[in-house]
C-alpha cells in the first residue's frame, strides 16, 4: 500500500497480526463481566451459608426493618446489574472480532 513489502517482511507481519489477534481479549473479558454480575448474589449467598440466620431474626424483629429495603431482611446481601456501557463494549468487541478474522483471512 504505502511501501512495498518483501514476501519475508508480509509474513513477519501476519504472524505479528495472527499473535495480537489471539491475544485480544476484550470477548472474554465482556463475558466474564456479565457471568459475574449475573452470578455474584448466589455466590455470596453460598460463602456467607447459615451464619446470618440468627442475626436475620433478630434484624426482622427490630424497629429498623422498616429501614431496609426489599421483602427479606437480611444482614447481608449483594446487588448487582449490567450498565450500558458493557452493551457498548461487547457490540465493540463482535465487531473487533469479525473485521479482524475478514482481514486476516484476506491476507
Known amino acids: 500500500w504505502v511501501a512495498p513489502l518483501s514476501n519475508r517482511k508480509q509474513r513477519h507481519f501476519l504472524v505479528a497480526a495472527q499473535v495480537l489477534n489471539a491475544w485480544s481479549g ?15 448474589r ?3 449467598m453460598f460463602m456467607v451459608g447459615d451464619k446470618c440466620d440468627l442475626i436475620n431474626e433478630i434484624v426482622a424483629k427490630s424497629p ?3 429501614q431496609i429495603e426489599g421483602p427479606v431482611k437480611t444482614c447481608f446481601d449483594v446487588e448487582s446489574d449490567l450498565r450500558p456501557g458493557l452493551y457498548i463494549l461487547s457490540v465493540a468487541a463482535v465487531i473487533a472480532l469479525v473485521t479482524g478474522q475478514i482481514l486476516l483471512n484476506r491476507c
Open 42 to 44: 448466589q455466590f455470596a
Open 64 to 66: 429498623i426493618a422498616k
Open 26 to 40: 476484550v470477548d472474554v473479558f465482556c463475558l466474564s463481566i456479565a457471568a459475574s454480575v449475573l452470578e455474584i
